[in-house]
């Protein structure tokens, strides 16, 4: 028997040796070592043997099965290595080659608009405020002085929810909100910007759901010269320092006296083209002097508190500001017109 275990290790490791990959290393452990191996077949004659004879034989068998274990764990280790380097050369990736171009994104126009004009105000010492653009009828119109049935409301189509709750026509609803919310005993100076809507139908210039920013400033002693000097340090920061200024007559039901204001036409520098129609002005914003009987709703004594407001459209100041002659631009998602503002 002895023989026979010193010939089957010299076969074994033979064809370890000769083994070329993983798979017939692992049919060699089952046809050594295994449960129908040869060493297990060897073994079943060790009953015919003396006691004697047993142990030596024992050992040898031991022997045998350890010399043969740590060959194939020698080989495999050999074998994976070899696999591995076969695999690292097909993977192989030429460092020197130019990388991918990775596509960056960047802000909207709109927001970067919306952006720029809060940090304006901002450094005017005017806070951001938010509201919700779910409104109801009561901040949207009633606690800015448009009770229902005023005429004014049809200069506003607006989109119903129910009789009470509509989507916000203006964000003005924010202003009414701050002011009650303060009781009437405290300075307001705020701006409001976010997305409203109306019911218009969408062409180059308008669009059922836009984007507006709205500033009210209440507290002793404000004149109307505070909201010109406000308005006049806004033109020259967002359209530049050459840009000037005239504030016209008109009408808002929240506010009393109130204007339109224009700026110089950026194209013909106020000559006259046919972009500003000739008169050398283009109609920016709305603002006004807050009505009396706005603030009193508010809980403000308008005989102690004045103030002004003033309303623009984002959407508007950049076609304005970048000669953009479509308001659905902004809209559409077309990457090649966003690209164009990532730096602007």
């Not at 297990?40 to 024992?58: A, C, D, F, H, Y």
């Not at 189509?157 to 129910?162: E, G, P, S, V």
Request: glycine share 8%; with cysteine; net charge negative.
């Amino acid at each position: 028997m002895k023989e026979q275990l010193d010939l089957l290790q010299q076969k074994a490791l033979s064809e370890i040796e000769d083994t070329h990959s993983v798979k017939e290393l692992q049919q060699l452990n089952v046809t050594y070592l295994g449960r129908k191996g040869s060493l297990t077949n060897v073994l079943r004659g060790m009953g015919q043997l003396s006691k004697e004879e047993r142990p030596v034989i024992g050992q040898l068998a031991n022997q045998v099965r350890a010399a043969i274990e740590k060959a194939m764990e020698v080989k495999q280790a050999t074998l994976e290595q070899i696999e591995l380097e076969k695999q690292l050369e097909k993977e192989t990736i030429d460092i020197t080659l130019p990388g991918r171009p990775v596509n960056i994104g960047g802000a909207h126009i709109l927001t970067s608009i919306i952006e720029e004009i809060e940090d304006i105000f901002i450094g005017l010492g005017y806070e951001v405020r938010e509201g919700p653009e779910v409104e109801t009828d009561y901040f949207n119109f009633e606690a800015l002085n448009l009770p229902k049935g005023h005429p004014a409301r049809d200069m506003q189509d607006t989109f119903y929810i129910t009789n009470e709750l509509l989507m916000r026509t203006h964000t003005s609803p924010v202003q009414a909100r701050t002011m009650q919310a303060l009781e009437g005993n405290r300075p307001v100076r705020m701006i409001c910007p976010g997305k409203v809507y109306r019911r218009d139908n969408d062409d180059a210039t308008h669009s059922h759901q836009f984007t507006q920013i709205e500033g009210l400033y209440v507290d002793k002693n404000v004149r109307m010269s505070d909201l010109k000097g406000t308005l006049n340090t806004f033109a020259k920061k967002i359209f530049g320092e050459e840009r000037e200024i005239r504030l016209r007559p008109s009408f808002f039901p929240f506010t009393e006296p109130s204007v339109e204001m224009d700026i110089s036409c950026k194209v013909c520098s106020g000559q006259g083209c046919s972009v500003c129609k000739k008169t050398g002005w283009i109609e920016i914003l709305g603002a006004g002097m807050v009505h009396p009987k706005v603030l009193t709703m508010a809980g403000y004594d308008p005989d102690v508190y004045t103030g002004f407001a003033f309303g623009m459209g984002p959407d508007r100041i950049a076609m304005l500001k970048y000669g953009i002659d479509d308001i659905r631009h902004f809209y559409k998602n077309d990457i090649r017109f966003l690209k164009q503002f990532h730096n602007a």
